[in-house]
């Protein structure tokens, strides 16, 4: 089994889940499948061959799957493949059925399940199960989540896990203000592992978890991406955060960690100096 930690998109559910306009986010996460897949090079941009790597597996599961983009460009690309997602959200799941049948991808498929409790599949399922920023599950669902994704996949298979520590580096006064504030509440939402709530702490704990889940070979690879200004992939990873830093507003908010004037002026400056 492998892991594969990149840079957070957390799944959707109806207790954790800090962005309750879900057609606002529907719309968001569409576009950040293209921008991510765009900027990180690929569906699996750690395996130097994508094509090798895939072609003696026949069935692949994304775990919060959201809007389903991951696994129906993964469909559309490797029509041997039969690729399956689940998310919580309903009208994403519906989203991205419906975006396979309008795209005539008999080998992709979607329903409604939850990340958090036992998955409704028979063990040894799945080639490679795949999952990424579903840390929203909060700390206590991790191990067994992780457990559920080792049962169901095939002996010899993959386990593939994507996360980020927090919104990255960055020169922005403001963007890094909301970060910070982003992260406390993660924390006090029982999201985050970090002691101190500096960062999400997801990271150094997936191993960890996959080898107690029974899990070998577990290797780790870390992506970067550069969205600087003036870079080619501002322009997308811009409207996806300047979207995102929007929806989380009413989260940041219920958690006490900020007010509404405070959250609006922060936005407003982060806005323009993301773009400079």
């Not at 529907?26 to 090798?52: S, Y």
């Not at 493949?81 to 419906?98: C, K, P, S």
């Not at 960690?257 to 959250?263: A, G, K, L, Y």
């Amino acid at each position: 089994m492998a892991v594969t930690p990149e840079p957070l998109e957390p799944t959707r559910n109806d207790s954790s889940y800090f962005i309750k306009d879900s057609g606002a986010e529907l719309a968001r996460l569409v576009e950040q499948e293209r921008a991510f897949a765009k900027a990180l090079g690929g569906l699996l941009p750690e395996q130097p061959d994508e094509a090798a790597f895939l072609a003696p597996m026949r069935g692949v599961l994304d775990v919060a799957c959201g809007s389903g983009g991951w696994a129906l460009t993964l469909a559309q690309a490797y029509p041997h493949l039969e690729v399956m997602g689940f998310d919580i959200d309903e009208r994403m799941i519906n989203y991205a059925n419906t975006q396979a049948h309008a795209s005539g991808l008999e080998n992709a498929s979607f329903r409604a399940l939850d990340a958090r409790k036992p998955l409704d599949y028979p063990t040894d399922s799945f080639d490679l199960v795949n999952a990424r920023w579903i840390s929203v599950i909060g700390t206590n669902a991790w191990p067994g989540t992780i457990r559920e994704m080792v049962r169901i996949a095939r002996p010899g298979g993959v386990i593939r896990i994507t996360e980020s520590e927090d919104f990255g580096l960055t020169s922005s006064p403001a963007f890094e203000q909301l970060s910070q504030l982003f992260i406390r509440a993660l924390k006090q939402g029982s999201i985050s592992f970090s002691p101190t709530g500096r960062t999400t702490g997801q990271t150094p704990r997936l191993a960890r978890f996959l080898r107690d889940a029974g899990c070998r070979n577990v290797q780790q690879k870390a992506f970067v991406i550069d969205w600087s200004a003036g870079t080619d992939a501002h322009e997308e990873m811009f409207q996806d955060h300047r979207a995102l830093l929007k929806l989380i507003q009413p989260y940041l908010i219920n958690m006490g960690v900020t007010t509404q004037e405070e959250v609006d002026r922060l936005h407003r400056e982060a806005e323009i100096e993301m773009l400079s």
